[in-house]
């Protein structure tokens, strides 16, 4: 089991970003840098395709860049993330689209295809090497291309004007882990579509054990929205791919004006967990189709050993407001929250569309309690064709109790073949809404599997929030493994389920303790590292750290490559007593772009 790392060599003088955020998979890192500053002159963007300030550019067309001179085509294009990171490319509006990049061979074009089109009627600003970035874009040489930025309008698209329809939004989002097999594919459009059925040669899917036949497909009454349903559950703990309108294609996807969609232009994947159980069923008791919406302040802490838990070694305490929109729609377009002093924070999209966020981290709770104090916040957000939402969410006054596993040593040894309790401290002060969670899952190469949660609506379990304990059954844990656990308090300030149609909402403070159980039958497995942060040492040397097993040797690899073959062996390292360690190694060079891994052993 491992997690991956990119990493590569930056000159003096240009400083590290004080951090990265793990991205939703957690089944890898990216880190990637620029390379080392040399002597020599500047790279100059010689033109951009579209031209600066032109307008009704067709919502497929690429933006190309042409430079004086040959670039580092080893740094990837990294288009920003608002709020989660800087790229080395970005747009405005945030989150209107999401590019790849294709390098010529003279390495003096660079080709952005825009994944899913550009939005209609939009105008739209480019900013490439923007302040701020951990990717600069650079020459051959290593020197950094000075930020630049250009400005463009889209058409119209559809309506009479012969432009292609968009795919705006699938669900579940390309890449997702973990997804149900019992979820249906949901695509959404920019425009009517024309309701054909019979779609089995316009979507390509592929996937071991998947039967193509078995989807069905349902038009919305608007024609903009297409959902494909397959008969059974889709096969476990597989990746499954999709393609609209593939090359050859005796069938079409295309709007209601008989416009194709671009072909072979869209495509996904994805990847199912495992079978589990509760034929469908959702353990919070929430129909799978619905979206939500939340305002937390949330604190994570870390238990090690029987001691008290401690604050997590990065991003201790945060607030967060999110929402989320309904699989079928609408979609959720923008959004804010102003807090009790009249202060307003604007909610950023995501690349994939449908899911806005606004977070800040902080050290320490009194930090975040300053910055954000008790009272009464609005959150307020946009979705497709709805008036605007506006809904009162009270924060409360206090926090609940840290989480604290009471027997965490026994919870070390649990023999799987008996019944274990689990045991934590009281929730003191708990009314009302407040609650109590529980999740333990098991780490594979298909993502992260619950084995076990309370509460849980498909069992039923109950955990009712003066618990201190609850019994593990016999047979649920397996022998010889090491499961990843959290214990939840939540003090909740408001809940419903029926304010906005088919979307959930909550509001409240939070704490969260991480933990380990483990039990025998063997040599103990370790966890899977969690890659916890990264500096250049005054040496040169690259620093990475990381959280895993107390007292394990995990095994440091690394490559030039993330899909090479053959990763080399750069050092063992044995984490504390904690569960903390420390790798080191030397740059590969000027320019090297390294990943690299932690293997579990």
Excluded at 55 to 63: F, K, M, N, Q, R
Excluded at 450 to 472: G, K, W
Aim: hydrophobic fraction near 40%; charge should be neutral.
């Amino acid at each position: 089991m491992h997690h991956l790392v990119c990493f590569a060599s930056r000159g003096p003088g240009l400083g590290w970003k004080d951090r990265v955020r793990t991205f939703s998979s957690g089944l890898f890192l990216m880190l990637c840098a620029g390379a080392r500053v040399a002597l020599g002159q500047a790279p100059q963007l010689v033109s951009s395709d579209p031209a600066n300030n032109a307008t009704g550019v067709p919502l497929d067309a690429p933006l190309v860049f042409t430079f004086d001179r040959a670039m580092n085509s080893d740094v990837p294009l990294v288009p920003t993330v608002p709020g989660l990171i800087v790229g080395n490319i970005e747009f405005e509006p945030a989150g209107a689209v999401f590019v790849t990049g294709t390098w010529s061979a003279d390495k003096r074009v660079l080709t952005c295809e825009p994944l899913d089109g550009w939005p209609p009627s939009t105008a739209i600003t480019w900013r490439l090497n923007p302040p701020g970035t951990i990717f600069p874009l650079a020459s051959a040489d290593g020197m950094p291309l000075a930020t630049v930025s250009g400005r463009f309008t889209t058409g119209a698209g559809g309506g009479g004007g012969g432009a292609a329809p968009v795919l705006i939004a699938v669900i579940p989002a390309d890449g997702a882990l973990g997804v149900p097999v019992t979820t249906t594919v949901t695509f959404i459009f920019d425009r009517p579509m024309k309701r054909t059925t019979g779609l089995s040669g316009a979507i390509r899917w592929a996937g071991n054990g998947l039967d193509p036949e078995r989807f069905s497909y349902t038009w919305s009454a608007d024609g903009q929205t297409l959902t494909a349903d397959y008969a059974g559950d889709l096969p476990a703990s597989t990746p499954i791919s999709w393609r609209l309108n593939p090359a050859g294609a005796t069938v079409l996807l295309e709007s209601a004006e008989n416009v194709p969609l671009p072909e072979d232009t869209y495509r996904g994947v994805f990847v199912t967990g495992s079978a589990g159980g509760g034929g469908g069923c959702r353990p919070d008791g929430l129909p799978e189709t619905w979206g939500g919406y939340s305002l937390f302040k949330s604190g994570s802490y870390v238990q090690t050993t029987a001691a008290d838990p401690q604050p997590a070694p990065e991003n201790p305490v945060q607030f967060g407001a999110f929402v989320s929109s309904p699989r079928n729609g609408p979609l959720a377009t923008a959004g804010s929250v102003t807090l009790p002093n009249g202060t307003q924070k604007t909610l950023s999209a995501a690349p994939f569309g449908g899911y806005l966020a606004f977070y800040e981290d902080f050290t320490n709770s009194a930090a975040l309690d300053a910055a954000y104090p008790a009272g009464t916040y609005t959150l307020r957000f946009t979705q497709s064709g709805q008036p605007e939402r506006q809904i009162s969410l009270p924060m409360p006054a206090s926090a609940p109790p840290v989480p604290k596993i009471a027997n965490y040593d026994a919870a070390q040894t649990i023999n799987p073949a008996l019944d274990f309790t689990l045991q934590w401290n009281t929730f003191t002060g708990a009314a009302g809404l407040d609650s109590i969670s529980l999740s333990i899952v098991e780490t594979n190469l298909s993502g992260e599997t619950v084995v076990f949660q309370a509460p849980d609506m498909c069992v039923p379990r109950e955990l009712p929030v003066t618990s201190t304990s609850i019994v593990i059954p016999a047979g649920t844990l397996q022998a010889n493994r090491t499961y990843q656990a959290s214990l939840t308090f939540s003090k909740l300030g408001y809940a419903a389920t029926n304010a906005v149609p088919d979307m959930a909402g909550a509001a409240g403070i939070t704490r969260t303790t991480e933990f380990t159980l483990r039990t025998s039958g063997g040599a103990v497995v370790g966890v899977p590292a969690r890659f916890t942060g990264y500096r250049r040492l005054p040496n040169g040397q690259i620093e990475l750290t990381f959280l895993g097993t107390p007292a394990h040797p995990y095994t440091w690899q690394r490559a030039t490559s993330l899909s090479a073959r053959d990763w080399t062996s750069a050092g063992t390292v044995t984490t504390d007593a904690t569960g903390r360690g420390v790798f080191t190694d030397t740059p590969g060079g000027p320019s090297a772009v390294r990943f690299y891994r932690a293997v579990t052993n």
